[in-house]
């Protein structure tokens, strides 16, 4: 017992020199601490990869006005996959092999970002879903972790928003044919049913699609008195159009990736009294939400953020509280996921980790309803 407490007490000093060495190293040097991000900057997804920037360097101005990562700047390389998940597996590869990167951020969809999730648990380099709501996405390893919301969670908001408070009874899905719709509306459909509602019909459609008026007939002839969007904002808005041009006049409830001010400009009329849940509003008056707010408007000339903004912004914050704990070792960066306790985010307020789901504890969301071209709270009234 002796030589066991002896070869202990050994083994903890040399990990705590270890330790003092790492840190002192990291105080050292002058090198500012990488991040690599898998993300679209062009092809179909472009404006997010773009709305990721805008949080990212918003997060960052105020990261380094605070001092930095104990001294020492905050940076990222962005990659661009478009989304792909073929691209999104040669620039894991390409991070890996990179000494300099601490963590990996994206890709954008659940897809992309699972194709790539073998190769970064495999060479033990945290893979940060921000975007990444698939259910599965989380548990590809334990260096795969997210602040979004999975579909499991969400889609079942959804529909009690659409069965439960609008009263919807017959439903038309219309859900991008991807991974992610495709598991979205199977969440949606389950919750719809246990609140008493019936999908009479549920479409898919690819993401470039622009021609929705056969599947729109088909909605049509179901007779539903309720059409659910499982999209993004581009196509949501598309849909939205070709619908009432197609004389069909029942509500539209739309799942929160749909929420942008882009929603509001490509739908136009269309998307009056649409109604939809989010997890970011920017009339929140939480102090958080209205800091981050005022700050993007001064730095992007007025412009109005958005939940992909939001999102992003929160990303880069987590991962500058991850870091502070972690420094630059990656297994030190994956463990520093479980310690974080409430960091300041715009979506969730105070955030923490669950550890088991490596999510983020807790969510909250917003009932809204597009009225007069802009996004209101709803109020309880029928359109």
Same mark, same amino acid.
């Not at 993004?232 to 808005?237: F, I, K, N, P, Q």
């Not at 789901?357 to 709803?378: C, D, H, P």
């Given at each position: ?75 990222? !390389? ?168 197609a004389g069909l006049k029942q509500k539209i409830c739309a799942a929160s990736s749909v ?18 849940? !989010? ?103 029928? !359109?």
């Amino acid at each position: 017992m002796r030589n066991i407490s002896r070869r202990s007490l050994v083994k903890g000093s040399l990990a705590a020199i270890v330790t003092a060495i790492s840190r002192t190293a990291f105080a050292q040097s002058s090198e500012p601490v990488m991040l690599g991000v898998s993300g679209p900057l062009t092809g179909p997804n472009a404006q997010y990869g773009a709305q990721w920037k805008q949080g990212f360097d918003l997060a960052l101005d105020e990261i380094h006005a605070a001092g930095g990562i104990n001294g020492r700047k905050l940076a990222y !390389t962005f990659e661009d996959s478009q989304s792909d998940p073929r691209q999104s597996v040669a620039i894991a590869q390409k991070f890996v092999s990179d000494p300099k990167i601490v963590m990996e951020l994206g890709d954008f969809s659940s897809p992309a970002s699972m194709a790539a999730s073998p190769i970064y648990q495999r060479a033990g380099l945290v893979q940060f879903g921000f975007t990444n709501s698939h259910p599965d996405f989380t548990k590809g390893g334990d260096f795969m972790w997210s602040t979004s919301v999975s579909q499991a969670d969400e889609q079942p908001l959804l529909a009690r928003y659409a069965v439960t408070h609008l009263g919807l009874k017959k439903l038309a899905i219309l859900h991008l044919n991807t991974d992610w719709g495709r598991t979205s509306r199977d969440h949606f459909a389950s919750a719809a049913k246990e609140f008493g509602a019936e999908v009479v019909i549920s479409e898919g459609y690819i993401p470039d699609e622009r021609d929705f008026r056969s599947t729109l007939v088909r909605a049509r002839d179901a007779n539903p008195d309720g059409l659910i969007l499982i999209s993004y904002y581009s196509d949501g808005a598309l849909i939205a159009r070709q619908a009432r041009q197609a004389g069909l006049k029942q509500k539209i409830c739309a799942a929160s990736s749909v929420y942008s001010p882009k929603f509001l400009e490509l739908g136009g009329e269309a998307v009056e009294d649409v109604h939809l849940g !989010t997890r970011y509003f920017p009339n929140d008056p939480r102090p958080e939400v209205q800091k981050f707010v005022s700050g993007f408007k001064a730095k992007y000339n007025g412009q109005e953020p958005d939940a992909f903004n939001a999102y992003s912004y929160d990303a880069m914050n987590v991962a500058a509280a991850v870091v502070r704990i972690g420094g630059t070792d990656r297994r030190a960066v994956r463990d520093a996921f479980t310690k974080v306790r409430d960091v300041s985010t715009v979506v969730f307020g105070p955030a923490t980790f669950d550890v088991a789901s490596r999510r983020v504890k807790g969510a909250m969301n917003t009932e809204l309803v597009i009225r007069k071209g802009q996004f209101t709270l709803w109020d309880g009234k029928p !359109t």
